[in-house]
């Protein structure tokens, strides 16, 4: 399964997924970070954005970081 780079931004004003020049994404997310909110919008954006189902997607690390490590399915 490939996983991709994602840099989190939480309390955006927009919830966006974008790649940028360097092949990873930038995830600009309106949850804030408690409570795992931020990161059920990552997964939201992500599954949205590949096209697959959300309990496809998972955090593989960076829970608890800006820096994740995100596994879609292929």
Do not use: H
Request: with cysteine; net charge positive; proline share 7%.
């Amino acid at each position: 399964m490939p996983i991709i780079q994602v840099k989190a931004k939480p309390n955006s004003r927009v919830s966006l997924l974008s790649q940028q020049a360097d092949g990873t994404w930038l995830a600009q997310l309106k949850s804030p970070p408690l409570d795992g909110k931020a990161n059920a919008e990552l997964i939201e954006l992500v599954a949205r954005e590949f096209g697959c189902v959300k309990s496809a997607v998972l955090v593989k690390s960076g829970a608890g970081s800006r820096y994740k490590r995100v596994e879609i399915p292929d």
